[in-house]
């Protein structure tokens, strides 16, 4: 169930692959979930970063344990919102299908296509069963012209600048299936519907993240180039790109700090 100590932290971090665990978290305290749609992805994690209160969620698991379409996005979403989170920056590795986004490339898109199948879309669909039921039931429709918060990507990208990144602004992020990566043929379509970047986390956490009120964006990492394109013509070099995402979220963690100490600023906690 839900512990009583909620609301510890309004701003939430959705870490992605290579970032499993925040080290730079002080004061952790780990906090087990239940909610109406099952367990979250891991622990939520409490803590100080940069002095401010955040909330930290490994969306794969703790061990990278969960693939993509086997993510109980539902559950992490509403472990958040009722721990009183409002804003939610998600970490997410991905790959890059226009020329300027190369390996390395930091962005935050403000677009996205989704590819995905069979995944729980929705907190709209009745009940889901077992011991506790869904507390959102009926139908609702929401807005999604524009799938991230406007003012959560100014924030982050005044942050990459306070921490001298340079970072795409803008682009759009096509959510794939998953695990497997796309064929050459699949990026061509991707390319010709107006993709810039893909990976496979983005749907349905995005929309789910809109039901529930919260501010949400995406700060994305890109590991590689895409199936086909520059440097992966006939094959992607998976462990160069495994290296360089694991070297690369050193940046990612120094933009996270400046945006929590702007964010954080403003309930002066």
């Known amino acids: 169930m839900i512990p009583p100590d909620a609301g510890l932290a309004r701003l939430a971090i959705i870490g992605g692959s290579s ?21 979250p992805s891991a622990p939520l994690v409490f803590g100080k970063l940069n002095g401010r209160n955040v909330v ?20 992490n979403l509403w472990a958040l919102h009722a721990q009183g989170v409002t804003d939610v920056v998600a970490v997410a590795t991905v790959g890059g299908i226009r ?12 677009q ?5 199948w069979g995944r729980a879309s929705t907190f709209f669909d ?48 096509a959510t794939t299936q998953g695990p497997r990566l796309e064929t050459a043929a699949e990026i061509q379509r991707l390319a010709r519907d107006g993709a810039h970047m893909l990976g496979m986390t983005g749907m349905p956490e995005a929309a789910l993240a809109r039901e529930l009120g919260l501010r949400y964006a995406h700060l994305a990492l890109v590991v590689n180039a895409a ?23 050193a940046d990612v963690v120094r933009i996270l700090l400046e945006w929590v100490s702007v964010e954080g600023a403003v309930d002066g906690d």
Do not use: W
Not at 112 to 116: E, F, G, K, L, N
């Open 126 to 173: 009745g009940a889901v069963g077992g011991e506790l039921d869904a507390p959102l039931t009926g139908v609702k429709h929401i807005d999604f012209t524009q799938p991230y918060d406007s003012a959560l990507r100014a924030s982050l990208l005044r942050a990459a600048q306070c921490a001298g990144k340079t970072v795409h602004n803008g682009g759009t992020y």
């Open 112 to 116: 996205i296509i989704d590819y995905t």
């Open 99 to 110: 020329a300027g986004l190369q390996a390395g490339v930091l962005a935050v898109p403000d």
């Open 19 to 39: 970032l499993d665990q925040l080290a730079a978290l002080a004061e952790p305290r780990r906090v087990e979930m239940v909610t109406p749609y099952g367990k």
């Open 56 to 75: 930290f969620l490994a969306r794969h698991g703790e061990r990278h344990q969960y693939a993509p379409h086997g993510i109980n996005y539902r559950a």
């Open 227 to 249: 199936a086909g394109t520059a440097g992966s013509i006939r094959a992607i070099d998976l462990p160069a790109a495994e290296s360089l995402a694991r070297e690369a979220m």
